[in-house]
């Protein structure tokens, strides 16, 4: 278990709460909302234990309590934090899952929590997943007379899906109900997909605390970090109680607070059109972000927008500031065009180190400044955190493949070597998802005699938009390496070795860490090589595998 430093307690951030039907604290980043909860819990340890001899706390799973978890097992080595007088009741587990599983809920309440503290086993509940289905409805029953008989939960942390959901209640739950079978939402198996290597393996069932349940709690703090919850987050805020998001219940209870990060907030009104509710200081960021956001409610492009608009849209006080929209348009205009840096102003015959987290960060989030560094003639190095080959599942990867497959004739590639990429995959047999069932084309004959080549003719420059020309790895995909499919037909090869970020913030982790401890070249297919479409005679840039812990032969890619 890594070691958690300690964090100083940071000033959440305020801002007019007019339209919030739910309280919110909002803090700048995960580590410091971890931080904040660790402390209430720990608060309310202290409180009900010292109180009435015991303390009942209500959990969930999933990416985002991680962060707490770890805060808690630091401070019970601290001293700080006693867990024997401690009784817990987890929201939900997936059905069916036997709990010792590698994907259940129990496991991960053991990896991440359990195992670390001293909490009496007998202390901890997990609803069972291996419950025969006959005993379901008598084995719910069960729970909430336990819950009930520890004297109900005193602290209730939630997550919360993408589908509004908390616990398992998907949309349709009604606030009456109770703890009992479910069936999953598309949304929330997606969600789960690349735990389980595939949405067609996410089981479709699970057994989930009800909404009644949950806010019989004394304490509810509903969790929710990364801009992938901003919709939702500010649905279940500021939207209307409804059955489709179970968590708008949350607003009619009255010791609820949804604990936030910044990005899980940008859509809260508050954070994201501040003006609409207060007066601000319109420092020039702000008066920035005011006119894009205007520019895209009024459907017109930033210098076309007239003092109608301002007017329109809550931003008479801004506009006020220089009396015409002109001059607020122009310098705005003016600094966002001068975040374009054109070749002149960037380093020429020079060495560059580029860090994409993720293989594709770099292209997709920079590669524009990429190709102007390349045609400045720079010495260009990509350093990956992670292969990324976990995050493309086979059946991307045929999808693909069949698309080149049909286009090759427009695309100016050989059909006849695209017609192999399949076959490339089944010769691993499904490498990705060892456990997953495999379908008809998976069982396609297997390639003899490695992978094959695609064969592009010269005739035409291809250039996939995601992995342009100038982007290249060194040394091309080895056996059983790391390497992305070819979207629109042109494969740029990637001997990139993969390091698994260990606290995934993927939505609907599962398990933490799980990814990491599979050695990413036991997961991927190996893809055809590609071509590289780099001009003779250019300085090629590189890819730098930037494995925690790689071996030399890892580092043959660099
Ligand atoms: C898990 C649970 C779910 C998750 C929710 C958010 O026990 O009850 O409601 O809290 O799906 O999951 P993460 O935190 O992975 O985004």
Redesign the pocket.
């Known amino acids: 278990m890594k070691q958690v430093p300690e964090r100083l307690a940071v000033a959440p951030i305020e801002g007019s709460r007019l339209r919030e039907r739910l309280r919110t604290v909002v803090v700048p980043d995960h580590d410091d909302l971890a931080a904040l909860l660790a402390d209430r819990i720990v608060e309310v340890i202290h409180h009900e234990t010292a109180t009435k001899g015991r303390c009942v706390l209500g959990l ?6 991680l962060g707490i978890y770890q805060e808690l097992i630091r401070r019970h080595r601290a001293g700080e934090v006693d867990f024997s007088h401690v009784v817990t009741f ?3 587990e997936y059905y069916p899952m036997p709990p010792a599983s590698p994907h259940s ?1 129990r496991r991960y309440m053991q990896e991440n929590l359990f195992d670390h503290v001293n909490l009496p086993a007998a202390q901890a509940h997990v609803p069972d997943g291996g419950t025969p289905r006959e005993q379901i409805a008598q084995a719910c029953a069960a729970y909430e007379r336990a819950i009930a008989d520890a004297g109900g939960i005193d602290f209730q942390l ?4 993408q589908s509004g ?4 209640n998907e949309p349709g739950s009604t606030r009456e109900s109770r703890t009992r079978l479910v069936t999953l939402d598309t949304i ?1 198996r997606r ?1 789960a997909a690349a735990d389980f290597f595939g949405e067609d393996n996410v089981p479709r069932e699970a057994i ?1 605390m009800g909404v009644a349940t949950i806010l019989e709690a004394r304490e509810i703090a509903l ?2 970090t ?1 801009e992938h ?1 901003a919709a939702i987050v500010r649905r279940a805020v500021e939207g209307e109680p409804s059955h489709d998001v179970a968590a708008t219940f949350l607003q009619g209870h009255p010791n609820a607070t949804g604990y936030l990060d910044l990005a899980a907030a940008a859509e809260l009104t508050r954070i994201k059109t501040p003006w609409v509710l207060e007066s601000v200081t319109w420092t020039p960021a702000l008066t920035e972000r005011a006119l894009v956001w205007l520019s895209e409610q009024a459907g017109k492009a930033i210098l076309k927008l007239t003092a109608q608009d301002y007017a329109e849209h809550h931003l008479s006080p801004l506009l006020a500031r220089s009396g015409a929209p002109g001059p607020i348009n122009g310098e705005v205009f003016n600094r966002l065009r001068d975040k374009i840096r054109g070749r002149a102003r960037l380093p020429t015959r020079n060495r560059i180190l580029v860090f994409s987290p993720h293989p594709d960060d770099d292209v997709i989030s920079m590669g524009g400044i990429l190709r102007k560094l390349w045609e400045n003639e720079n010495a260009i190095t990509v350093a990956y955190m992670t292969s990324g080959n976990i995050a493309v599942f086979d059946h991307d990867v045929r999808r693909h493949l069949e698309f080149t497959e049909r286009a090759a004739t427009t695309l100016g590639v050989d059909p006849a070597a695209v017609r192999r990429g399949p076959a490339v995959l089944s010769h691993r047999g499904g490498a990705q998802a060892p456990h997953r069932r495999r379908g008809r084309r998976d069982r396609r004959p297997a390639a003899r005699g490695g992978p094959p080549r695609l064969r592009l003719r010269r005739r035409r420059p291809l250039r996939s938009p995601r992995h342009p020309p100038h982007v290249q790895a060194g040394g091309g995909p080895r056996p059983g390496r790391a390497a992305r499919p070819p979207p629109g037909g042109v494969a740029v090869p990637r001997g990139v070795a993969g390091m698994v970020d260990h606290r995934s913030r ?4 599962a398990v933490a860490g799980r990814a990491a401890r599979q050695d990413p070249r036991d997961l991927q297919a190996p893809v055809p090589e590609g071509h590289r479409a780099v001009p003779r005679g250019a300085r090629r840039p590189r890819v730098l595998a930037a494995r925690r812990g790689a071996q030399p032969r890892d580092r043959r890619a660099c």
């Open positions: 969930a799973t999933g990416s985002t309590p987890n929201l939900d809920y939630l997550g919360i899906g959901h908390i616990g398992f929330t969600a989930t969790i929710a990364g919850k993927r939505a609907g982790a």
